[in-house]
């Protein structure tokens, strides 16, 4: 018998205890996983309120399709089916800019512009800035074998206006926490494959934006779209991965503020 604790009911131990269990079960050992949780909710950051016919998210609304993990837990859990993709025409972003609202010009992808007009035409960055931002075009590859933050990255290629009026609220939206503080390659590996790849992430992502286009055109491309959540709520996930720990009695769950 081989006895395994973990501490904190969040997503990452309750998907550790699951995976434990997996494995014991595959390499038939016996175990005894205890889940420690100080507070009265297991979930962590995420939690999810239905108030009336809302569904209202406290924490995490979605996660990302392109890290493959969350998305493979939820096939192993059978929450395919509960799964749901972004919808294309809710997907308006405003930035505050100057005390108002202002859209995120059209073609805009997280860090950098793909459309030019859009780009040009909007107020939130000064031509100063656009014209910096522009030059990525320019701009010779980083090291590729460092790791570097975000905001590194984003000031490194797009200048400090793309860092403190699109990609720090966005960013910070997703993860909340500061870009200076965030690993590039743990966050958002996609960026640093397409410098890698084609050099310019403006080149880059114009590319995969035409890819995608076509694949549309002739009916197939990725099944998922980029962000997706479950029809109750990422709370759902929490609750799932709960039940089935404790259903095949892989796991107990303890309070405990030790």
Same mark, same amino acid.
């Given at each position: 018998?081989?006895?395994?604790?973990?501490?904190?009911?969040g997503?990452?131990?309750?998907?550790a205890?699951?995976r434990?269990?997996?494995?014991a &079960?595959?390499k038939?050992?016996?175990?005894?996983?205890?889940l420690?949780?100080?507070?009265?909710?297991?979930?962590?950051?995420? @939690?999810?309120?239905?108030?009336?016919?809302?569904?209202?998210?406290?924490?995490?609304?979605?996660?990302?399709?392109e890290?493959?993990?969350?998305?493979?837990?939820?096939?192993?859990?059978?929450l395919?089916?509960?799964? *749901?993709?972004?919808? !294309?025409?809710?997907? &308006?972003?405003?930035?505050?800019?100057?005390?108002?609202?202002?859209?995120?010009p059209?073609?805009?992808?997280?860090?950098?512009?793909?459309?030019?007009?859009?780009?040009?035409?909007t107020?939130?960055?000064?031509?100063?800035? &656009?014209?910096?931002?522009?030059g990525?075009?320019f701009?010779? $590859?980083?090291?590729?074998? %460092?790791?570097?933050?975000?905001g !590194?990255?984003?000031r490194?290629?797009?200048?400090?206006?793309?860092?403190?009026?699109?990609?720090?609220?966005? *960013? #910070?939206?997703?993860?909340?926490?500061?870009? %200076?503080?965030?690993?590039?390659?743990?966050?958002?590996? $996609?960026? &640093?494959?397409?410098?890698?790849?084609?050099?310019?992430?403006?080149l880059?992502m114009?590319?995969e934006?035409?890819?995608?286009?076509?694949?549309?055109e002739?009916?197939?491309? !990725?099944?998922?779209?980029?962000?997706?959540?479950?029809? #109750? #709520?990422?709370?759902?996930?929490?609750?799932?991965?709960?039940?089935?720990?404790?259903?095949?009695?892989? @796991?107990?769950?303890?309070?405990?503020?030790?």
């Amino acid at each position: 018998m081989k006895r395994v604790a973990i501490i904190g009911g969040g997503i990452a131990g309750l998907a550790a205890a699951h995976r434990i269990a997996e494995l014991a &079960k595959e390499k038939s050992l016996s175990i005894e996983l205890t889940l420690l949780e100080a507070t009265e909710r297991l979930g962590g950051a995420i @939690a999810t309120e239905r108030i009336g016919d809302f569904l209202v998210e406290a924490g995490p609304d979605s996660f990302i399709t392109e890290k493959l993990w969350a998305l493979r837990l939820c096939e192993r859990l059978g929450l395919t089916s509960r799964l *749901i993709p972004t919808q !294309a025409e809710y997907q &308006k972003i405003y930035i505050v800019h100057e005390g108002k609202l202002e859209p995120l010009p059209e073609g805009f992808f997280l860090l950098a512009p793909t459309r030019m007009g859009p780009f040009v035409r909007t107020p939130i960055f000064s031509w100063r800035g &656009k014209l910096r931002m522009a030059g990525e075009l320019f701009i010779p $590859r980083g090291h590729l074998n %460092d790791d570097e933050s975000l905001g !590194a990255f984003v000031r490194r290629r797009f200048g400090r206006e793309a860092l403190e009026r699109i990609a720090q609220p966005l *960013i #910070g939206g997703i993860y909340a926490s500061d870009p %200076d503080r965030l690993s590039l390659a743990a966050t958002m590996p $996609r960026f &640093k494959e397409m410098e890698r790849r084609q050099r310019s992430v403006i080149l880059a992502m114009r590319s995969e934006q035409r890819r995608r286009a076509r694949n549309r055109e002739a009916g197939s491309g !990725a099944r998922w779209s980029l962000f997706v959540t479950l029809a #109750g #709520g990422m709370q759902e996930l929490v609750d799932t991965l709960a039940n089935d720990c404790l259903n095949r009695r892989s @796991a107990s769950i303890r309070r405990s503020r030790a």
